[in-house]
């Protein structure tokens, strides 16, 4: 268990629909960083945030939208879904930054 | 920008043998380096970093990987590869002056290796 927990493991949804997938970072880690993981693109940065607010922007379409709460839990939210969303979505945790990362263990969503 | 380039999609070597999975690196000013692996199904799992001091830099699992300025490479090694070693292999950069931490991740390298 690398303290990081993500939820749901596997998700399975239908295009056009709108799913949340949630992100708990380490105990102490003020950093949560989103990315996408697909056979294709590889590892995309998506989004970051820091303490509850947004620090860094990558890739992330404007479909997706994402937010740290009071209590450093981040969600990514993903809306009009399409086949091409279906991939493993990483949540990570650092603290401080440029320290590197402890990584969740994914969210596996198919879009279908 | 910063960017990341893992030339090998896959690399091949025999237990026993030493291997090495190459990583080259772009950034602005001086970098933060890393290496993780994932097993199947698994997240990324830390494995090594360099941030300053010496290039030689040693990580988990027996693994190792040099930092080399000049060449701006970071590559991993290991001096006798296990079939447990078969996984993919990803490096990642970031930028010291960077206020962020974002990472930036090559497109990973598989590593087979044969009993």
């Known amino acids: 268990d690398s303290g990081v927990t993500q939820t749901p493991k596997h998700l399975i949804t239908a295009t056009g629909q709108r799913v949340t997938l949630r992100c708990s970072p380490r105990?102490?880690?003020?950093?949560v960083y989103w990315y996408q993981q697909s056979l294709d693109q590889g590892l995309q940065f998506l989004i970051q945030?820091?303490?509850?607010?947004?620090?860094a922007k990558g890739n992330i379409l404007e479909r997706f939208s994402a937010q740290q709460f009071p209590d450093l839990h981040s969600e990514l939210n993903l809306s009009s879904l399409e086949l091409g969303d279906s991939a493993l979505y990483f949540c990570?945790?650092?603290?401080?930054?440029?320290?590197?990362?402890?990584f969740g263990s994914g969210t596996r969503l198919t879009v279908v | 920008a910063q960017s990341v380039a893992q030339p090998e999609d896959q690399v091949n070597v025999a237990e026993g043998n030493p291997l090495t999975v190459k990583c080259t690196y772009s950034?602005?000013?001086?970098?933060?380096l890393f290496w993780y692996v994932q097993y199947p199904n698994r997240g990324l799992q830390f494995l090594l970093k360099?941030?300053?001091?010496?290039?030689l830099v040693k990580g988990s699992y027996g693994f190792e990987a040099e930092f080399n300025k000049s060449q701006t490479s970071f590559h991993l090694k290991k001096p006798s590869a296990l079939v447990s070693d078969s996984a993919l292999y990803f490096c990642?950069?970031?930028?010291?002056?960077?206020?962020?931490?974002?990472?930036?991740f090559g497109q990973g390298t598989t590593l087979q290796v044969k009993p």
């Open positions: 990570a945790s650092s603290r401080p930054i440029n320290y590197g990362y402890t």
């Open positions: 105990s102490g880690d003020l950093s």
């Open positions: 945030y820091y303490n509850g607010e947004e620090r």
């Open positions: 950034v602005s000013g001086n970098p933060y």
């Open positions: 360099y941030i300053t001091g010496d290039n």
């Open positions: 990642a950069v970031s930028a010291l002056v960077s206020n962020t931490g974002k990472l930036i």
